[in-house]
């Protein structure tokens, strides 16, 4: 069972279709002020941005989705319904719902891969862009081809094209896996609480929910154009910020490296030492900080 916290007490859920997809979100501040969508990453949900939301919804109207496949939003079956193009779509019709006609889109690991092609596809719709430790498509593309370091930190995504039996590994050591790939990469333990395993435990548990996340991974790779197109070879319209915890063991500092040329406008990065993947919850002051003064400076 959840166990209730700050965060809880303070969100109202909703729920928006999507071409057929029902997607849930929670949603915190004032309609008339500029709107902020969150975008969460692999094996998350909404809960991802627990710490940003309520200081965000200070300044900003703050709608954080559960992407497709995850915790309380819809599960279609098949990798097909996981193309990015599908992804990206939900996050602007989401737009749309809220009454707007751009946002600042921000998105970490998954959700950073959704909001680059956002960003590319769909300029017009996103006003300013912050990305947390997720490579810039194309770099990453290259990578996976040509760096050795990266394919070998890369192995789950290619395990998670076997049919079936990532499910099932995944499904009979749940508490185990979060415990060590979120509590046990931290240098900052204390990011994640024993509350906090349990709840993303019991979001991934929902039925369909394990194999709709893996299929995240399978569409990449089957499907033409999911991992690199060439027109990403065109510039980032918006203004861009990356934010890079540098100890990351799932995807290496060094894709970080010769990204301005991708950027018709300004571009800036903030690396953090001392910080995993899980870059928002180990430091979420600075986060918040860096996210905030990025998007209010015009």
Known sequence: MNVPNAIDEKVKHAFFNSNGVKIHYVTLGESTKPLVILLHGFPEFWYSWRKQ?????????VIAPDLRGYNESDKPKGAKNYVIDLLINDVKGLIHHAGYERAF???????GSVAWRLALDHSSVVDKLIVLNSPYPSIFAHHLKTNPRQMLKSWYMFFYQIPVIPEML?????????????????????AFTEDDLQRYVEAIRKPGAIQATLNYYRARFRYKGQLFRKDEERQIQSPTLVIWGKNDRALGAEMTNGMEKHFANSFEIKY??????????????????????????D
């Open 170 to 190: 995944i499904s009979r050591t749940l508490y185990s896996s979060f415990k060590k790939n979120l509590q046990g990469w931290a240098y900052n333990k204390s």
């Open 53 to 61: 939301i309520p200081e965000l919804a200070i300044h900003f109207n």
């Open 272 to 297: 953090i030492d001392r910080c995993s993947h899980w870059v928002q919850h180990e430091y979420p002051e600075l986060v918040n900080n860096y996210i905030i003064g990025f998007l209010k400076n």
């Open 105 to 111: 889109i921000i998105g970490h690991d998954w959700g």
